[in-house]
């Protein structure tokens, strides 16, 4: 039996189809029905009229779910999880942190969901390019208010930030004496859209 091709389709011939129908099935794209977000009884209700009960449907999910309102608190078993494995990481990070000053603040666990704070952020090429005018000028108070020798940047250490624009940054310094020891520095400073844009709020030598 003798075959026949249709017109060529991006450069490749494909044999007739039997019938239109076939034909129609080449050519017709049905677009696919978008789904449904799944309704629960629940949210057709009034708030006062809920109760614990039903929110039963959740109680075996793997996510986490929590419903509040005036007359009770509903969580099912994730996030009666989730709850006790927040307290014992935010019990570890007050215990860990407990004795540490802003320059030295440590991330509050991701787990928690908390934002705010003091806490630290990486150190990238870009973050001490952008800090170190800051400290330069730091630095140059901290030589305009103290007797004694002048000291000149090196490099920045690290910083640790709480929203706001403020900085708390660890740097270093030596004295404009060749062959001096590095010292470190802490400052407090902010950057903001402000006039100046940076504002020195402290500048000593690091202590501890």
Not at 52 to 77: G, Q
Not at 129 to 156: K, M, R, S
């Amino acid at each position: 039996m003798s075959t026949n091709f249709d017109t060529p389709l991006f450069g490749v011939s494909r044999p007739a189809p039997e019938s239109c129908d076939e034909r129609g099935k080449w050519v017709k794209c049905e677009p696919k029905p978008k789904p449904k977000s799944k309704k629960y009884e629940w949210e057709s209700k009034r708030v006062e009229d809920l109760d614990m009960s039903d929110f039963s449907m959740f109680d075996d999910d793997i996510e986490p779910f929590m419903f509040i309102c005036a007359r009770f608190i509903y969580k099912n078993k994730a996030q009666i999880q989730k709850d006790k494995e927040i307290e014992v990481a935010m019990a570890e990070y007050r215990e860990c942190s407990r004795n540490l000053s802003v320059f030295d603040a440590i991330p509050v666990p991701k787990i928690s969901g908390k934002c705010g704070g003091v806490g630290p952020l990486p150190m990238t090429d870009d973050r001490r390019l952008f800090l170190t005018p800051a400290c330069h000028l730091a630095l140059d108070n901290y030589n305009a208010e103290n007797q004694g020798p002048n000291f000149v940047f090196v490099d920045v250490v690290k910083t640790t930030y709480r929203p706001g624009g403020f900085y708390y940054i660890t740097f270093q310094a030596q004295e404009e004496i060749p062959n001096s020891p590095v010292i470190a520095f802490q400052a407090e400073v902010r950057i903001w859209r402000t006039d100046p844009p940076i504002i020195i709020k402290s500048c000593a030598i690091k202590t501890t």
